[in-house]
C-alpha cells in the first residue's frame, strides 16, 4: 500500500489551510493558465488541480495513491489517474506546464522524475516544481534517525502537521535537481529558497532554514 493510502483524508484536511501560504507564492511564479494543457505531478487529492482548472488550465494530474487519486477524481476538475512520476503514461511534448507541489521528495528518482516532467512538456514549455529542501532532509534525518551523511542515500523521518502524521520520505542532494542530464534538456530558470514550517513542526526550533524550494526548468527546443 502507497504511504498516502493509510491517510490520504487527514492528509487532504491537514493541507487545506497549513500549507495555502506557501501554494500561494507557487502559485505566484506560474504564468497566465488560461487554454494552458497542465499535468501536475504527485497532484495528491486535487487540491491544486481545482486552483488550476478555476485559472481556466486543462488539468491533468497523475499520483501514486490510489486514495488520493479518487478524491482528486471527485472534484471533477480534469483527469486524474493513478500512476508514478518516474515513468509518466502520456507522450513527449504534449503539455504547456507540469507542475509538481511537494511531492517530488518522495522519489528515489529525482533525476528521472524531472526528465520525465521535461519529456511530457511541449519544446519551450515549463516545468515548476516545489520540493522539500535538502537542508531540511538533513537536519530531519540527524534529529529523527540519528543520520550524519548529507551525501548517504537515505530513508528520512519526518512529522507533518503537528505531528499527527509521520512520513517516510527519500534524502536527497542539490545535485539531484541540477544533474548534467537534467540541465542537458532544459535551461534552470528559477531557483529561490524559503522557509514555511510552523514551529511546532520544525525540527531545531530557533533554528531558520530553508524548508523548500522552487524551481522553474524551460525545456529546450
Ligand atoms: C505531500 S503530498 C502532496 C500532494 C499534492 N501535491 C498537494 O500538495 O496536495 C505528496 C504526494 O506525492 C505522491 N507520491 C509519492 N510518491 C510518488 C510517485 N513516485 N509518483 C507519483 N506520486 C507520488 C503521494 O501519494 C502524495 O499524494
Do not use: W
Request: net charge negative.
Amino acid at each position: 500500500m502507497e504511504e498516502y493510502d493509510q491517510f490520504a483524508k487527514e492528509y487532504a484536511s491537514g493541507t487545506e489551510d497549513l500549507e495555502q501560504k506557501t501554494r500561494n507564492h507557487f502559485y505566484s511564479e506560474l504564468p497566465q493558465l488560461k487554454g494552458k494543457l497542465l499535468l501536475d505531478v504527485g497532484c495528491g487529492s486535487g487540491h491544486d488541480g481545482a486552483y488550476y482548472a478555476s485559472r481556466g488550465a486543462v488539468v491533468y494530474g497523475l499520483d501514486v495513491s490510489e486514495k488520493e487519486i479518487a478524491m482528486a477524481q471527485q472534484r471533477a476538475c480534469g483527469v486524474f489517474v493513478h500512476a508514478s512520476m518516474e515513468s509518466i503514461p502520456y507522450g513527449a511534448d504534449m503539455f504547456d506546464i507540469v507542475t509538481s507541489f511537494y511531492a517530488i521528495q518522495h522519489t528515489e528518482e529525482v533525476a528521472q522524475s524531472i526528465l520525465e516532467m521535461i519529456r511530457v512538456a511541449k519544446p519551450g514549455g515549463l516545468i515548476a516544481i516545489l520540493a522539500k529542501h535538502p537542508f531540511r532532509n538533513l537536519l530531519e534525518s540527524y534529529v529523527n534517525d540519528g543520520a550524519s551523511d548529507y551525501y548517504a542515500k537515505r530513508k528520512v523521518t519526518s512529522y507533518i502537521f503537528n505531528k499527527s502524521i509521520k512520513l517516510i520520505e527519500n534524502g536527497h542532494t542539490m545535485m539531484d535537481y541540477l544533474a548534467p542530464s537534467v540541465l542537458r534538456s532544459a535551461s534552470l530558470e528559477l531557483f529561490e529558497e524559503h522557509t514555511d514550517f510552523p514551529a511546532s513542526d520544525q525540527v531545531i526550533s530557533g533554528l531558520t532554514y530553508p524548508t523548500y524550494m522552487i524551481l522553474k526548468y524551460r525545456k529546450l527546443g
